[in-house]
């Protein structure tokens, strides 16, 4: 069952738009989107909450019509089709597992209506109880069990009918620190098994960098990049982006121009380093750059290093230390450095500092 | 429960050196004191009255009404079956069998209408914004304003031969005669589902309400049809507003007086009715009193039946 992520598209959202409510109280949820969901991905919209995330999902399941633009499922347009005639199902942030039904009940709810016999019906509740491993809970009522039994129970009911695309509403986000993570990693195993095409939402970025094969952020009704989450995270387009996942150095800079595939800018202190410019745009003038605190280092040979400053503050977090370093404008950059045994120079607060960094850890952003 | 802790910690903590039986039997004289009032309601003015009647259903008639003190099974016979004048031989009283049919007939056709249109009602009540809900709930209960005579006969204007609906069927020219609305079942019918409609839509609306809404997404995310997920999700968790509005529709149908008796005249009697008669016009107590008990034995086996049959449909089916 193991499919590789295909090239053609499961889902194609063409410039949808969703408009909330009418005349002064209307609210744009959705701003002119296109994405193209693969088939057999993972993929993640991500953003924080309001973000539009969960109409785009709303929007694919059918609970919701787009104000303009169109959906289209395997190339055919499902944008007028009631949710119960699209072969997509959703997890629910909830779950919303049917209170008046057994576990198995609720993973045959699907099949049901879809009027299969009985025989198979049985056969797939039996596949789907092995496959989330519910199979002693089966007779039990929904209210019976534990919120991680009731996510697997719900997986199952929305796998069961073996939709083309399965949609995950934030479904992990009703449960405790360690059962999502046990979680997160049942999900991806559960996605590799059916090779079903997973849209994911969250506003969990570390959920969606460990889970997704792309991630689209989302703010404000748009998507604002779409990417890997190794591009996602190493090469933010915008500042919300690379703001909104991880933490992130801010820096000015003036674009000196670019030489086989990379740029050149000179920052504030005068000193000249390589950046990578944002995906489809041509940089010119002034350019915000944004360099992740693991990617710098500090050295103690200050004069040589591209930017100086004197360490403001350090902070011990067990694995690494975040080194604050306050930059001759007034600017803070952090640091961090993991812990080993014996690593590197210390550096107390007070102390001056170079910082370097490798060459393609500046990104240039769009903005 | 929390009312006996609260009790029980206020006595604790008054007399530490007491003991736990000793207080477990205040927390429990606590909970009686709460309980008196409405017990004795029901002693006195339920309890008490129907072993009356009860007992009276076992007497002779008085000549003038009453009951003379000297013990009969006359009343409980006369029930089902009457004595022939002349030669004493025995068979069935056929009005009071028809009036018992009707009386079943009509209170389950009351309940069965009154869910018909009180669930797409109580259904509309309980998607409307939060806080316009209680405007229409308030429309729902302004009948009950009104005293239950008066709509009777508010009703009668509309329905009777010179009223408004024979009067403007009339005028263009869609009946030559008056329609004979007054005075039939169908007129009974129409009385009592608009009396005891509100009873439906309340507890309906109540149980509406509480009903999470994302199961019925999850219902049509699930290949489910407006159809079936009305059969199959709606209604199953709506069951017990379904239940409580069929038991508070069906019971006040079957012994009701007003409506039969204004619109259904003398002719088209029900169950309340023929009570009335024997206790009135008819001076026969003992019948009477039967006949109640009657009434209250088919409410208890009714009752019985449909909470039988609902809680079994519940389990049944899915595994």
Known sequence: MDAPVGTSPAIDVERVSKNFGSGEDQVLALDDVSVAIRKNEFFTLLGPSGCGKTTLLRLIAGFEHPTRGRILLEGADISPLPPYRRPVNTVFQNYALFPHLTVAGNIAFGLEMLGRPRPEIDQTVQAMLALVKMRELKNRRTSQISGGQQQRVALARALAPRPKVLLLDEPLSALDLKLRKEMQIELKRLQHETGITFVFVTHDQEEALTMSDRIAVMSGGRILQIGSPRDIYDHPAERFVANFIGDTNFLEAEWLGASNGTGTVRLASGAVVEASPPMGATPSGKVTIVVRPEHAELTRDVAAAPLQGVVENVVYFGTDTHYHVTLPEGREFIVRRQNRRGGGASFEPGMPAGIVFADAAAQILRD | ?319
């Open chain 2, 1 to 319: 429960m929390s009312l006996s802790h609260a009790a029980l910690g206020e006595l604790g903590d008054a007399k530490p050196a007491a003991g736990a039986a000793e207080l477990e039997r205040r927390a429990m004289r606590v909970r009686f004191g709460l309980l008196a009032p409405a017990l004795a309601i029901l002693l006195f003015a339920a309890i008490g009255p129907l072993f009356i009647v009860l007992v009276y259903s076992f007497l002779t008639p008085g000549p003038y009404g009453g009951v003379l003190w000297s013990p009969s099974l006359e009343g409980w016979f006369r029930v089902l079956f009457q004595r022939d004048i002349f030669d004493d031989s025995i068979n069935f009283q056929d009005a009071h069998l028809s009036i018992l049919w009707r009386s079943v007939k009509l209170s389950g056709a009351t309940t069965i209408l009154a869910l018909i249109v009180g669930f797409p009602t109580a259904y509309f009540i309980a998607t409307r914004p939060e806080r316009s809900r209680n405007a229409w709930l308030f429309l729902i209960t302004i009948p009950f304003w009104t005293n239950l005579l008066i709509r009777t006969f508010a009703i009668q204007e509309v329905i009777r031969n010179e009223g408004l609906i024979n009067a403007v069927l009339l005028k263009f020219g869609l009946i030559a005669r008056p329609l004979q609305l007054m005075f039939t079942d169908g007129a009974i019918l129409a009385g009592m589902l608009y009396v005891y409609l509100p009873l439906m839509v309340l507890p309906l609306y109540a149980s509406m309400e509480k009903l999470d809404f994302r199961l019925i997404e999850a219902g049509y995310d699930l290949y489910a049809n407006r159809f079936q997920v009305l059969r199959r999700v709606i209604i199953p968790l709506v069951k017990p507003g379904i239940i409580a509005g069929s038991i508070l529709v069906f019971i006040p149908s079957l012994g009701a007086y007003v409506t039969p008796r204004v619109l259904g005249g003398g002719k088209n009697m029900m169950l309340g009715n023929l009570i009335e008669l024997q206790f009135g016009q008819g001076r026969n107590w003992p019948l009477g009193s039967a006949l109640s008990m009657t009434l209250l034995a088919i409410v208890m086996a009714a009752l019985l039946v449909y909470v039988r049959f609902a809680a079994k449909s519940d389990t049944s089916g899915h595994g």
